[in-house]
């Protein structure tokens, strides 16, 4: 018997270069072309270069069990996780920002690669396990008390994740506010 080979995508989003993974035994009851195209739209709403890659990891509770505690001191598994490789200066202004450890140079380009190169702005790791089990108990969302499909969460969470690469956060109720507001509105598009 052979071990399930973890599978792989890449897909061309709004000139954005979105990588997916889906880890062995994992199964995404949407087609993953949707979930290139939403994280394409978040990259270009969030002020992404058109030249950047982001990595979209579809995985289970196990594994967002062990990043959770990993990285974030957190017990048990959670529904997504984001890594970004740019701190949230690299990132336009918005209302939904992230602390900034370093002001923005004036004149200073965010972004800077080599030519011909693109700028990798991390990784989103979602729990399609969580995903499912939040959208069927009705408490998905970003309230976490909504009912809705599978695809629909997956879809959320896959663009809550990046806005988070991105810069944006939560932390504050008037950042909170914008990046809800941001998120309804890719979702709302994407229909």
Do not use: K
């Amino acid at each position: 018997m052979t071990a399930e080979a973890e599978r792989h995508r890449s897909d061309y989003r709004n000139g954005h270069r979105i990588d997916l993974a889906v880890r062995p035994g994992v199964d995404v009851p949407i087609p993953l072309a949707s979930l290139a195209r939403i994280a394409g739209d978040a990259l270009t709403a969030a002020g992404a270069p058109a030249s950047a890659s982001l990595g979209v990891i579809l995985a289970d509770d196990r594994e967002l069990a062990e990043l959770n505690a990993e990285h974030m001191g957190h017990d048990g598994p959670t529904d997504v996780l984001s890594f970004p490789l740019l701190p949230p200066s690299a990132f336009p202004p918005h209302e939904g920002a992230a602390a900034r450890s370093e002001p923005r140079e004036p004149g200073h380009p965010p972004f800077q690669t080599p030519p011909g190169q693109r700028v990798h702005l991390g990784d989103v790791v979602v729990s399609v396990e969580r995903a499912i089990e939040q959208a069927e108990a009705g408490r998905g969302g970003q309230t976490g008390d909504v009912r809705s499909s599978v695809g629909d969460e997956i879809r959320l969470l896959v663009v809550h994740g990046v806005l988070h690469v991105c810069g944006w956060d939560h932390d504050r109720p008037p950042h909170e506010a914008a990046m809800r507001a941001l998120e309804r509105r890719i979702l709302s598009a994407a229909r």
